[in-house]
């Protein structure tokens, strides 16, 4: 004898099971869920990223103030000592004032501070 269930039930070995696919609404509650955590990714991967430039600054404003200093051991007279990185950054160190300045490209001034402190 056979048994025939509705169209969404399948008969395994005497056992009646339903057969049901996903709705939309759950289909949707899962792509929400999948953004989400792809979005909190993405913050966190800027936050990352300015963190790197930040280091990076530090060690370009850090190589320039040891390439300064050793112009100023080698040119004790001097009053004013200047140093250009690699990536065109200008930096300036005038020994009255005991002040780097540091200056992108554009001319645009990304530092000031003491040459003996970090």
Same mark, same amino acid.
């Not at 169209?7 to 696919?21: S, V």
């Not at 040119?75 to 065109?88: A, L, N, S």
């Given at each position: 004898?056979? /048994?025939?269930? @509705?169209?969404?039930? *399948?008969?395994?070995?005497? =056992?009646?099971?339903?057969?049901?696919? &996903?709705?939309?609404?759950?289909?949707? #509650?899962?792509?929400?869920?999948?953004?989400?955590?792809?979005? %909190?990714?993405? @913050?966190? &991967?800027?936050? #990352?990223?300015? +963190?790197?430039?930040? %280091? +990076?600054? $530090?060690?370009?404003? /850090?190589?320039? *103030?040891?390439?300064?200093?050793? +112009?100023?051991?080698?040119?004790? $007279? $001097?009053? +004013? &000592?200047?140093?250009?990185?690699?990536?065109? &950054?200008?930096? #300036?160190?005038?020994?009255?004032? *005991?002040? =780097? %300045? $540091?200056?992108?490209?554009?001319?645009?001034?990304?530092?000031?501070?003491?040459?003996?402190?970090?």
């Amino acid at each position: 004898m056979t /048994h025939r269930g @509705t169209p969404n039930q *399948k008969n395994y070995a005497g =056992i009646n099971i339903t057969m049901r696919a &996903f709705t939309l609404v759950e289909l949707l #509650v899962v792509l929400l869920l999948i953004m989400i955590l792809i979005g %909190i990714s993405l @913050t966190n &991967f800027v936050s #990352v990223r300015e +963190q790197t430039d930040d %280091i +990076q600054l $530090g060690s370009q404003i /850090h190589q320039a *103030k040891l390439d300064i200093l050793s +112009q100023q051991m080698n040119e004790p $007279g $001097g009053m +004013q &000592f200047t140093y250009t990185d690699e990536k065109g &950054f200008l930096w #300036v160190y005038n020994k009255r004032d *005991k002040l =780097i %300045i $540091g200056t992108s490209p554009s001319g645009e001034e990304i530092y000031t501070g003491n040459i003996y402190e970090d």
